[in-house]
Nanobody
Framework: QVQLVESGGGLVQAGGSLRLSCAASGRTFSRNAMGWFRQAPEKEREFVAT????????YVGDSVKGRFTISRDNAKKTVYLQMNTLKPEDTAVYYC?????????????????WGQGTQVTVPG
């Protein structure tokens, strides 16, 4: 089992920045690929970003490309999502997720472990 706890969400004005953190505990973290997803009210869960176990491979979704960056610190068992130039359409609950395997992936059904989520609100 891997337990995940997100933090760093909040209210930020359009154009601002936030950094989300996801702290992992339990089974080994360094061999798990990690991802961030988000879900806005009445919308499907959306892929945001993923990172391989080593951090050497990263992908971000088209809607956040050029604005969001994913990174990880295996020594701290933490994955980060740096969000810049935030827009009202970025408003959502952001979830951290872990795979059982090492490769980055964008499908939510490829992730076995999920955090409780953290709210990000960007007023219009």
């Amino acid at each position: 089992q891997v337990q995940l706890v997100e933090s760093g969400g909040g209210l930020v004005q359009a154009g601002g920045s936030l950094r989300l953190s996801c702290a992992a505990s339990g089974r080994t973290f360094s061999r798990n690929a990690m991802g961030w997803f988000r879900q806005a009210p009445e919308k499907e869960r959306e892929f945001v970003a993923t990172i391989s176990w080593s951090g050497g491979v990263t992908y971000v979704g088209d809607s956040v490309k050029g604005r969001f960056t994913i990174s990880r610190d295996n020594a701290k068992k933490t994955v980060y999502l740096q969000m810049n130039t935030l827009k009202p359409e970025d408003t959502a609950v952001y979830y951290c997720a872990a795979r059982r395997t090492a490769g980055a992936a964008s499908g939510s059904n490829e992730y076995a472990y999920w955090g409780q989520g953290t709210q990000v609100t960007v007023p219009g």
